[in-house]
């Protein structure tokens, strides 16, 4: 997360490009969104819509304002947005039937951005993953509820207990009455993650905690957290982070 904010809008932006992403949502009020990709679209709140970076747009409220909030983000995260079409270029525009939610997550990222300490920013972060997920799971006019059809809290959970153990989907699957490729859709349709990729999530967070609290060797971490192999692990933690572990230490050291 890099930066965010809110106001009472009453004029247009204009043919701006941004050097990262943004999501604005529009509380209430009507106006438009023009983007090079979706074309020029009515906006009517509550709604949100997404903007890419180096992609020119323009957006605004008529003559009688609107209410907006806005966030900005980059980072390796976003990769796994794009690729499970959490958000698209095609379709930036999420009509909202769950403001209030959505308007507490805005306000802990503001809030946690003014904070600004290491586990702050991790804090907004994950904020900004439960936004995109919600926010997805309204475009698809589904609610969560009506497709988990079981305990998903429970499973959630349960997975991120054995992050560090080895998953067997089709035990998992049957442990808690579906068919793995079920688990799959659930689990995805919930944390924006497929079981394995959200548990890889977990061991690399828990690596991240574990490297900017203590001075535990990297190969002591790698353990902790289900790695054997100390050089897999650091190699599998750049991709992610586009970072080693050890310049993640240097970088974000607490105290």
Known sequence: M?????????HSVEARKLPSYAVVLVEDGRGFLDAETSGRQDVRGP??????????????PDGEG??????????????DFLRLRLISEQHPLVELRN?????????????????????????????????????????????PSARSGGDMAGII????????????????AEEHGMSPATLRRRVTAEVGLPPKGFQLRVRIDRAKELLTTTDEKIEII??????????????????????TPREFRARFRRG
């Open 2 to 10: 890099t930066g965010s904010g809110s106001q009472r809008a009453m």
């Open 47 to 60: 709604m949100l819509f997404w903007l890419f970076p180096n992609r020119k747009h323009s957006y605004g």
């Open 66 to 79: 609107w209410s907006e909030r806005w966030a900005l983000f980059e980072g390796s995260l976003v990769r």
């Open 99 to 143: 403001l209030d939610r959505i308007q507490r997550l805005f306000a802990g990222i503001h809030a946690d951005l003014l904070e600004d300490t290491n586990l702050a920013r991790a804090s907004a972060a994950a904020s900004l993953h439960q936004l995109v997920v919600l926010a997805a799971q309204q475009a698809s006019h589904v609610r």
């Open 157 to 172: 959970e349960a997975l991120r207990r054995r992050a560090t153990q080895t998953l067997d989907m089709a035990a998992f």
């Open 222 to 243: 790698a353990a902790k957290i289900g790695f054997e192999d100390p050089f897999y692990f650091s190699r599998l933690f750049h991709e992610r982070e586009n970072c």
